[in-house]
Structures are given as structure tokens and as C-alpha cells.
T-cell receptor
């Protein structure tokens, strides 16, 4: 089975801190994604990557950046955390091509105080 | 604007009963429709993916239907079990260059003994 592992289940940080969320997948998937999930809203795409060192903005990239130095690892960075970034963050991976299911990690619940 | 609407928002049924969840979408151009199950505190897990040419797809006790003409899909759960308690998310993919997913807000299903 595909396993997508997010480094932390729960994280509490302070406003203005630089925050790193890490994601690792073990199935050699080309594509990796970062989403946030908020109550009453569908998952929203922050950034995605189709290859090592490649990144594309999603629908809500403001305030975030990403890094993909190795194929299996995709990091989300909050440059200067703000309270409106309190959310559930989900990482996903998939094979290249259309009609491929995305495999999700169990999420990181991030609270910014 | 691409949109995916799900109904009902929440549903409570007795164990052993059947239920049907609805999904309406306005996504263009259409590529595929996916149903995901998300247990509380976990990431979404793929149940089915249907392309334009498929109008029914089953995964155990889960059966998804797709009517591409009316832009509607349903997820039917047969002989519900307590473990079916979860949120069910409808996701529609559009194919315009890169594949882009639009997520519904989900139906929260509770099975009571």
C-alpha cells in the first residue's frame, strides 16, 4: 500500500514564526500536493509538484512556499505564520497521468497563536 | 467558476440500512469524478474514479453512478456498517493542460447501532 507520512499530527506555533511541514511518500510517485482543509470548505490546493525541484502554484499560494529536493519528500513552508493559517494541512501524492488517484497523509493540524 | 455541491450535508442512518449521497457539479472540461472517504482525524481515501464513459462503478458495498449529461453523481452504500461513519467527498477533475481537482465540502454520514 502507498504510504504518505506527514511529520507531525499536531503543531502549535506563534505568529511570525517560520513553520516547516514535511511530507514523505514511499511509492516513487512523481506528483505531490499540499492542501488545506477548513470547516465548510472543500480541500483547497496550495502548491503542487510534478517533479524534483519543480513547483506550481495552486489556488491559494499566498503566504506559503514549497521545496522538493528529493522525489519522495515535499515540504510546505509558512514564511511568517499568521493566525489565518490555522488549519488542517494535507499532503498527497499520485502517479503521473490523468485518472490517477491521489493518496493522502493523515494531515497536520496546525494552530497559530 | 467550477463548483461541486454535495447533499445532504449530514445524514444519520441505522446500521444495516442503505443510503445514497448526491453530488452535482459544474466543472468544465470534465475529465473524471472521484469519491473519497475521510474518517475523522485521517486523510481521505479513494473509493472510485469514473471517467466520462463510465456510468457505474462499484467498490465492495459502495456503488457510484455518473450521469455526465445532467452532471450528477451518486454514491450508494449498501447494508451500512458502523465503520462507514465518515465524511464522503465528491471530487471532479477538469482537464485543461494540467489536471485540476475541484472538491465538494462532503457529506457527514453517521451510522448508529
Amino acid at each position: 500500500d502507498v504510504k504518505v507520512t506527514q511529520s507531525s499530527r499536531y503543531l502549535v506555533k506563534r505568529t511570525g514564526e517560520k513553520v516547516f511541514l514535511e511530507c514523505v511518500q514511499d511509492m516513487d510517485h512523481e506528483n505531490m500536493f499540499w492542501y488545506r482543509q477548513d470547516p465548510g470548505l472543500g480541500l483547497r490546493l496550495i502548491y503542487f509538484s510534478y517533479d524534483v525541484k519543480m513547483k506550481e502554484k495552486g489556488d491559494i499560494p499566498e503566504g506559503y512556499s514549497v521545496s522538493r529536493e528529493k522525489k519522495e519528500r515535499f515540504s510546505l513552508i509558512l514564511e511568517s505564520a499568521s493566525t489565518n493559517q490555522t488549519s488542517m494541512y494535507l499532503c498527497a501524492s499520485s502517479l503521473r497521468g490523468f485518472n490517477q488517484p491521489q493518496h493522502f497523509g493523515d494531515g497536520t493540524r496546525l494552530s497559530i497563536l | 467558476k467550477n463548483q461541486v455541491e454535495q447533499s445532504p450535508q449530514s445524514l444519520i442512518i441505522l446500521e444495516g440500512k442503505n443510503c445514497t449521497l448526491q453530488c452535482n457539479y459544474t466543472v468544465s472540461p470534465f475529465s473524471n469524478l472521484r469519491w473519497y472517504k475521510q474518517d475523522t482525524g485521517r486523510g481521505p481515501v479513494s473509493l472510485t474514479i469514473m471517467t466520462f464513459s463510465e456510468n457505474t462503478k462499484s467498490n465492495g458495498r459502495y456503488t457510484a453512478t455518473l450521469d455526465a449529461d445532467t452532471k450528477q453523481s451518486s454514491l450508494h452504500i449498501t447494508a451500512s456498517q458502523l465503520s462507514d461513519s465518515a465524511s464522503y467527498i465528491c471530487v471532479v477533475s477538469s482537464n485543461f493542460g494540467n489536471e485540476k481537482l475541484t472538491f465538494g465540502t462532503g457529506t457527514r454520514l453517521t451510522i448508529i447501532p
